[in-house]
């Protein structure tokens, strides 16, 4: 027998080493289908992405019953776990997905030694991936240096679902624990997937570039204003490649404008490339400035500032919605994800990691290298080619935001209040905005005190001062 151990990869298809162990398997050595529930690992996790995972495991149990097979779930330490299932199963080898965060690196190399000792085969893919980061420079200056290279790459076809006859035979009794009910989601499992990514193929991808930044459109379209496909990529819901191929697809169906759009969809897709190089490369990344002009940093330790970022009770309305839409939803739009994070190391001079630890445990599409990036890279701390990025909260909001749609859905107590004086709100004076929303928080930071403070305080560390 042959197992395959899913890791964060709880599908069938577009699985690069599920389908390696499929070639590999034999009338007489099938795949037998592996998930190991490690409570510590899980742990790690914030619990509505949690949730949403095991939701995609019981699909998956599913399908593999569908195809005459079964998952086999156990709980424990993968290195003690797959040794004891190998032998239980006769099996020689081992294949799985390799991955990219030091701690899961330790956990594989755990359970790579636990099974050369037990004189069984291990097989790692690249999955995670469009482009092994290994075929790449080590480092860009740049995240246009990064496309130039990476777009070069050929781009592997998406992996085929075993077939059947490839699978083992065998009947498992146990499951994931059932996620917590309550705990609101979108659809689990990769045919909810595939089906979130065709819809937006159909009415989404052609218009994305035009639609990507406009915050009134993500109200009233939500998954066609941009794709929303975050959630179940980093979950591993569905495969790279495959959203890469279904671009494609569209792309060589039209032509003009509309390819335009495509290929800001798959230019957005080599920034989560870039992402995990730099993760692969920096595996210290969620704890290590990348640069090191900002360890000359003294980041400010201001508790209620930061309670009222978590609380989206700052005063700037932009700010405060996209907390907010975090809180509710665990997702938050690219834009707002930005200026959130700006206004946090910015305005606020709060350390990025604090940011970054909350989103973590909030986020259903918490991506270990495009969330601590994505922090760095706000925060200028990371790869971001321009020294000191400071987004200003009410030219976002003016910009980004027409007729503050996006404010008004999730900041009620500005419901009533035109929609100048809500995008101006910060640069109002106390009295006009006690009589225009008595309840809506006054902001905890001077636009300008803010700004210039930030200002400073980086061009001293990179000695401009
Ligand atoms: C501070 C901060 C934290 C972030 N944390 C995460 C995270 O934990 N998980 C995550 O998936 N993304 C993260 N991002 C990137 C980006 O905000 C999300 O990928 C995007 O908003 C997801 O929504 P979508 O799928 O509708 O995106 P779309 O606009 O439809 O884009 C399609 C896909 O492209 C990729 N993508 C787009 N922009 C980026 C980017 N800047 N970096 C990496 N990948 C990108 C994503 O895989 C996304 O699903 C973060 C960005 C910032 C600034």
Same mark, same amino acid.
């Given at each position: 027998m042959i197992l395959f151990w899913h890791r964060r990869d709880p599908r069938t298809r577009d699985n690069a080493g599920l389908a390696a162990a499929a070639r590999a398997a034999t009338a007489d050595d099938p795949v037998v289908p592996v998930f190991v529930y490690d409570a510590d690992l899980l742990g790690t996790m914030g619990a509505r992405q949690r949730a949403f995972l095991l939701r995609h495991v019981s699909a998956l149990e599913d399908r593999y019953r569908e195809l005459g097979s079964d998952l086999v779930v156990r709980a424990g330490e993968p290195g003690e776990v797959l040794p004891s299932l190998a032998a239980e199963y006769g099996a020689d080898a081992v294949f799985y997905n390799e991955h990219y965060r030091a701690a899961e690196r330790n956990r594989q190399r755990r359970v790579e030694d636990a099974l050369a000792g037990a004189g069984v085969e291990t097989d790692a893919r690249t999955d995670?991936?469009?482009?092994?980061?290994?075929?790449?420079?080590?480092?860009?200056?740049n995240h246009s240096q990064f496309h130039d290279d990476w777009q070069q790459v050929p781009k592997r076809e998406p992996y085929p679902e075993p077939d059947a006859d490839a699978l083992a035979d065998v009947s498992d009794g146990k499951t994931v624990p059932e996620p917590d009910a309550d705990i609101d989601l979108p659809p689990a499992g990769y045919r909810a997937a595939r089906q979130r990514y065709d819809d937006f193929l159909d009415v989404g991808i052609t218009s994305y570039n035009d639609t990507r930044d406009d915050l009134p459109r993500a109200v009233e379209a939500p998954t066609q204003a941009v794709s929303r496909m975050s959630p179940y990529l980093s979950t591993g819901a569905i495969g790279i490649r495959e959203l890469w191929a279904g671009a494609g697809d569209v792309y060589d169906a039209v032509t003009g404008g509309e390819r335009r759009n495509v290929d800001k969809y798959r230019y957005e897709l080599s920034w989560r490339e870039q992402m995990y190089h730099l993760l692969y490369y920096n595996p210290d990344l969620a704890v290590s400035?990348?640069?090191?002009?900002?360890?000359?940093i003294a980041w400010r330790d201001d508790d209620a500032a930061f309670e009222a970022w978590t609380a989206g009770e700052t005063g700037y309305p932009l700010v405060d919605a996209g907390m907010r839409q975090l809180n509710q939803e665990g997702y938050i739009h690219n834009r707002p994800r930005q200026v959130v994070a700006s206004f946090l190391t910015k305005?606020?001079?709060?350390?990025w990691r604090r940011g970054a630890r909350y989103f973590t445990k909030q &986020?259903? #599409?918490?991506?270990y290298a495009s969330n601590h990036g994505g922090w760095q890279w706000t925060a200028s701390t990371g790869t971001d080619s321009v020294d000191v990025r400071i987004f200003d909260p009410v030219s976002q909001a003016a910009k980004y935001d027409d007729g503050a749609r996006f404010i008004r859905e999730y900041v009620?107590? &500005?419901? #009533?209040?035109p929609a100048g004086k809500v995008i101006d709100w910060p640069t109002l004076s106390r009295r006009e905005r006690e009589t225009l929303a008595p309840e809506y928080a006054h902001p905890i930071v001077g636009r300008n005190e803010g700004y210039e403070r930030a200002q400073r305080v980086f061009e001293e560390a990179l000695g401009k001062r």
């Open positions: 995670l991936v469009l482009v092994d980061p290994g075929r790449l420079e080590r480092s860009y200056p400035n990348y640069k090191s002009f900002p360890n000359e305005h606020l001079l709060i350390d &986020l259903i #599409d918490h991506d009620p107590e &500005l419901e #009533d209040v």
